[in-house]
C-alpha cells in the first residue's frame, strides 16, 4: 500500500520505494505539510514547531493561542486570507472583487491506479503500478471545493499532483492564481536550480543559492518557452549528481507556468508550480469546475542523477505514449538546413536518392512546400500542396520517394496564420488579435484562436488532409512565435483564453494521436521552445534546438538532461560551417552528439565529399549498434561542461551490461592537460571490453581512475567508447 491514511492521527502518508510524503489534518482542519524526503515510518509532525512570534497572526479557531499561525506553519495548499502571507496557490475573487480562498479540510479518496485529466496530458500506469489520493479542501464562504490528486508510482519514486477546482456555491467567482503544487520545506539552506535560455540556445542550467527572497521563472509566451523551462529543482547546497538531497517539478503543460522558490523570514522554503497568472483570470459559475495541470514530483537523497533517472523512466515510459514509445526512431535526412526554401519536385527527389545511398531511412520536407509559401513571410494556414513547386501530387511525391526505398515525413505548422494567407483573408477574425489594435507579430505571422471549436475543426481537417495525401510516417508540428495578443472573438472572458487555448491544441493532438497511430509526431517550437512533458504525451520527441552546433549542443543537452530523457531529445548531424554559429566541429563529434538523441541528418549530402559519405555510411551503421542503449539505458552526466573543459556523459543498460561513454573536448590547447573520465553505472567488480578496440577495462578502475582520453587534434575532439561486460575470470 502506497498510501495510507491514519484515522487517529489524521496523516495521509505516501510511501515510494525511497520516498516519503506526509500530511496532517490538524485540529482546525488546516492541512499542514508534514515531510516529504528519505522513506520512513510513524507520524512527523514532531518536526511542527508552534512559537508565539510577532506579526503571526491567529487564525479565530486559536483564540487566545498565539503559538498557533498559518504564518509558519508549513501548509499542503496555501489559500489566501488564512494568516499566512507566504505565496498562496489559489487567489479567488467573488462578485464584489473580494480576494480569500482560505482552504480546510472537508474528505479523501484512495483509488487503485493513477487518475486521468479529463483534455490535459497527464502521467499513466497500471493499476498495479499506481494509486490515487484525493484530498478534498473547501471554502464554505464561496461553496469552493478544491480536490488535491496525488498520483503514486511507487517503484518510480514519482509523486503527481493536479487539483480541481469546482463551484458547489451558487455565486461565481474568478480564478486569478491556481497552482498545482505547493511544497513547504523545513527551514535550512538551499539551492535553487532552473533552466533559462534563449531561441537556439535552451535549457542552460544555473544553480543559485536561495536567499532571503521570492525567486520566480515562468512563462508569459503562451508556450513553455525556450526562456525558461517548467522544471526546476531544490537541492541543498553540497548536493552532486551523486550524492545529497534534491527535489523536482516537472510540468505536464505546454502553455504559460510559473515556478517560484520563497525563503521567509524563518528560513523555510515554499516552492510552486502551476499556470502563469499572466492575462489569466477563469471565471467560475456554480457547477464549472478548472483542473489545474499535472506536476510530477520527485525526491533524491542520491543526488541529482538518480533524480533524472526517476523522471527519466517517468517521461519515457509513463508520459510518452503509442506505437513510437519504444521504437526506435528512422534516421532521417530533414530538408530544412539542405536547402530550406529553394526546392522543387527534382531537387526533393534527389535528397532522398543522396539520402538512400547513405543508408538514410527516411526523408523529411521541411517548411516550403505548401500554399505561396516561398519564405517566411506568408501562407502558413493554406495546407494546400504547392504541386507546380513540387511538380506533381504531394501523394506522386511521396510515393517516389517511397519506391526508392525511404519512408517520408512532412513539417507542418498547424497552429499558426500568416496575414498573407487565403485563410486569413476568409477569416481573419480565427487569429489571435484585439479588434482595436494592429496585432504583434512574431516572424511575421499570428496565431490561430485555438480555444475556438470552428478553429480546432480546421487545423484538425487540414491535418488530416496532408496527412492523407500517401503514405506519411512523420509529422514535424512547429510553432514559431509566441501568443503575443490575447483576445478571442467567441470568448465570453478573454481571461479564459490562453488556458482554453491548450485545452484546444491537446484536443486536435489527442484525435490526431487516435487517428494516426503509425504516423509519429515530433513536436518543435522553433527548436526547443515548446520542450516540456505535456507535448511528450503528444509527441514522444521534441526538436531539441534550432541550434545545430555540436559544441553548443553539448550544453543544451546536458541542461536538457536534468528532466528529459535521450528518446525525446530530437537531434541532427548538419554542415559546417555551421548555420548558427559559423563554427566548424569533426563530422565525427557531429555524429557523436546527434547519436545521444534521435539522430538524422539536415544537410546537402551532394555537397559533401566522398570520405564525408563514407564517414556518414559509418556513423549511421554505429547508430544501429548504440540506439537501443541510448535510448533504454540509463543516462548519467560525467562532466558539467560549464565547469569542466570537456563534456562527457553515458547510456548504461539498466543491468549494467553495456555502456556507452562519450566525451567531446571543447577546446585544445597546447600540450594539453590528461582528462580521464570517471565513468558511472558500471557493475563492481565486473570486467568490461571495448567492442571496437577489444581492450579491457576493470570496472571500478573505470569507476576510481577514469577513462583516459587520448590527445585531442584541433577543437571539438570527440570519443566513444561501446563497452560490453565480460564475466571477471
Ligand atoms: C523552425 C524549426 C526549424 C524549421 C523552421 C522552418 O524554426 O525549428 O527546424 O522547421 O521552423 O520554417
Same mark, same amino acid.
Given at each position: 500500500m502506497a498510501i495510507i491514511y491514519d484515522r487517529d492521527a489524521n496523516t495521509f502518508t505516501i510511501h515510494t520505494a525511497n520516498t516519503s510524503y506526509q500530511m496532517q489534518v490538524d485540529k482546525f482542519g488546516y492541512l499542514l505539510h508534514l515531510y516529504y524526503g528519505s522513506r520512513n515510518s510513524g507520524n512527523t509532525n514532531w518536526s511542527l514547531l508552534y512559537a508565539d512570534r510577532g506579526f503571526s497572526a491567529n487564525p479565530y479557531e486559536a483564540g487566545q493561542d498565539r503559538t498557533y499561525s498559518l504564518d509558519f506553519l508549513p501548509q499542503e495548499f496555501p489559500g489566501q486570507g488564512d494568516g499566512d502571507f507566504r505565496s498562496p496557490a489559489l487567489i479567488l475573487r467573488d462578485e464584489h472583487g473580494t480576494f480569500g480562498s482560505e482552504m480546510k479540510y472537508s474528505g479523501y479518496e484512495i483509488r487503485k491506479g493513477k487518475y486521468r485529466l479529463e483534455g490535459l496530458p497527464a502521467v499513466y500506469a497500471s493499476d498495479e503500478e499506481s494509486e490515487t489520493l484525493i484530498i478534498n479542501l473547501e471554502n464554505r464562504r464561496l461553496g469552493a471545493r478544491v480536490s488535491l490528486y496525488y498520483g503514486v508510482l511507487p517503484e518510480l519514486d514519482i509523486i503527481t499532483r493536479a487539483a480541481v477546482l469546482t463551484n458547489e /456555491?451558487? &455565486?461565481? +467567482?474568478?480564478?486569478?492564481?491556481?497552482?498545482?503544487?505547493?511544497?513547504?520545506?523545513?527551514?535550512? &539552506?538551499?539551492? =535553487?536550480?532552473? +533552466?533559462?535560455?534563449?531561441?537556439?540556445?535552451?535549457? %542552460?542550467?544555473?544553480?543559485?543559492? =536561495?536567499?532571503?527572497?521570492?525567486?520566480?521563472? /515562468?512563462?508569459?509566451?503562451?508556450?513553455?518557452?525556450? %526562456? !525558461?523551462?517548467?522544471?526546476?529543482?531544490?537541492?541543498?547546497?553540497?548536493?552532486?549528481?551523486?550524492? /545529497?538531497?534534491?527535489?523536482?517539478?516537472? +510540468?505536464? !503543460?505546454? /502553455?504559460?507556468?510559473?515556478?517560484?522558490?520563497? &525563503?521567509? %523570514? +524563518?528560513? %523555510?522554503v515554499r516552492m510552486q508550480m502551476g499556470l502563469s497568472e499572466d492575462r489569466f483570470s477563469y471565471p467560475l459559475e456554480p457547477g464549472d469546475s =478548472?483542473?489545474?495541470?499535472?506536476? @510530477?514530483?520527485? !525526491?533524491?537523497?542520491?543526488?541529482?542523477?538518480?533524480?533524472?533517472?526517476?523522471?527519466?523512466?517517468? @517521461?519515457?515510459?509513463?508520459?510518452?505514449?503509442?506505437?513510437?514509445r519504444d521504437a526506435k526512431r528512422p534516421v532521417l535526412l530533414n530538408s530544412w538546413e539542405a536547402s530550406y526554401f529553394d526546392f522543387d519536385g527534382v531537387s526533393l527527389l534527389e535528397l532522398a536518392k543522396q539520402a538512400k545511398e547513405l543508408d538514410m531511412e527516411m526523408l523529411v520536407v521541411d517548411d516550403g512546400w505548401f500554399g505561396n509559401r516561398f519564405d517566411d513571410n506568408r501562407a502558413l494556414g493554406d495546407w494546400t500542396p504547392n504541386e507546380e513547386k513540387l511538380g506533381g501530387s504531394l501523394g506522386d511525391l511521396i510515393s517516389r520517394v517511397n519506391n526508392m526505398g525511404l519512408s517520408f515525413g512532412i513539417w507542418m505548422e498547424p497552429e499558426m496564420i500568416s496575414e498573407d494567407s487565403d485563410l486569413y483573408r476568409a477569416h481573419p477574425e480565427w487569429a489571435l488579435a484585439l479588434p482595436d489594435k494592429k496585432p504583434v507579430r512574431g516572424r511575421s505571422q499570428l496565431v490561430l484562436d485555438m480555444s475556438r471549436k470552428d478553429v480546432r475543426e480546421y487545423v484538425y481537417n487540414a491535418v488530416c488532409g496532408v496527412l492523407d495525401c500517401g503514405n506519411i510516417e512523420y509529422l514535424k508540428w512547429d510553432y514559431n512565435s509566441c501568443i503575443n495578443d490575447v483576445y478571442s472573438h467567441t470568448a465570453d472572458d478573454q481571461g479564459k483564453v490562453l488556458y482554453d487555448y491548450m485545452i484546444g491544441l491537446y484536443d486536435v493532438l489527442e484525435r490526431l494521436n487516435r487517428r494516426y497511430p503509425d504516423v509519429m509526431i515530433e513536436g518543435c517550437c522553433g527548436g526547443g521552445g515548446r520542450f516540456d512533458a505535456g507535448m511528450l504525451y503528444y509527441t514522444p520527441q521534441i526538436w531539441c534546438s534550432d541550434n545545430t552546433d555540436a559544441v553548443d549542443r553539448l550544453y543544451i543537452h546536458y541542461g536538457t538532461s536534468f528532466a528529459y530523457p535521450s528518446s525525446a531529445v530530437g537531434a541532427h548531424v548538419s554542415a559546417c560551417p555551421n548555420h548558427q554559429t559559423g563554427r566548424v566541429t569533426p563530422l565525427r563529434t557531429r555524429g557523436t552528439v546527434a547519436m545521444s538523441g534521435t539522430f538524422g541528418y539536415e544537410l546537402d549530402p551532394a555537397k559533401m565529399s566522398e570520405e564525408e559519405k563514407a564517414e556518414v555510411r559509418e556513423q549511421i551503421r554505429g547508430f544501429h549498434a548504440v540506439n537501443s542503449l541510448v535510448r533504454t539505458g540509463n543516462y548519467y552526466r560525467l562532466s558539467d561542461p560549464f565547469r569542466d573543459d570537456y563534456a562527457a556523459w553515458a547510456h548504461v543498460a539498466e543491468d549494467g551490461s553495456e555502456a556507452l561513454i562519450s566525451a567531446v573536448i571543447m577546446q585544445n590547447h597546447g600540450n594539453m592537460h590528461n582528462i580521464y573520465v570517471k565513468v558511472r553505472g558500471l557493475i563492481s567488480g565486473e570486467v568490461y571490453r571495448d567492442m571496437v578496440t577489444g581492450r579491457m577495462y576493470a570496472a571500478d578502475a573505470l569507476m576510481d581512475a577514469g577513462m583516459p582520453l587520448p590527445q585531442p587534434h584541433g577543437d571539438a575532439a570527440s570519443y566513444v567508447f561501446h563497452l560490453e561486460q565480460v564475466h571477471n575470470a
Open positions: /456555491g451558487s &455565486r461565481s +467567482f474568478t480564478v486569478s492564481r491556481f497552482r498545482t503544487a505547493s511544497l513547504d520545506m523545513p527551514a535550512g &539552506r538551499y539551492d =535553487l536550480h532552473t +533552466f533559462y535560455g534563449r531561441h537556439t540556445m535552451e535549457r %542552460q542550467h544555473e544553480r543559485t543559492s =536561495l536567499g532571503h527572497c521570492s525567486v520566480s521563472v /515562468g512563462s508569459r509566451r503562451g508556450m513553455s518557452s525556450h %526562456q !525558461y523551462n517548467p522544471f526546476v529543482m531544490l537541492s541543498d547546497p553540497d548536493t552532486s549528481e551523486i550524492s /545529497g538531497r534534491c527535489w523536482a517539478m516537472e +510540468f505536464v !503543460y505546454s /502553455g504559460g507556468f510559473a515556478a517560484e522558490a520563497e &525563503r521567509d %523570514q +524563518f528560513d %523555510q =478548472l483542473t489545474a495541470p499535472e506536476v @510530477i514530483l520527485t !525526491y533524491s537523497s542520491k543526488g541529482f542523477e538518480k533524480m533524472s533517472h526517476n523522471l527519466h523512466k517517468c @517521461i519515457r515510459s509513463h508520459v510518452c505514449r503509442g506505437k513510437f
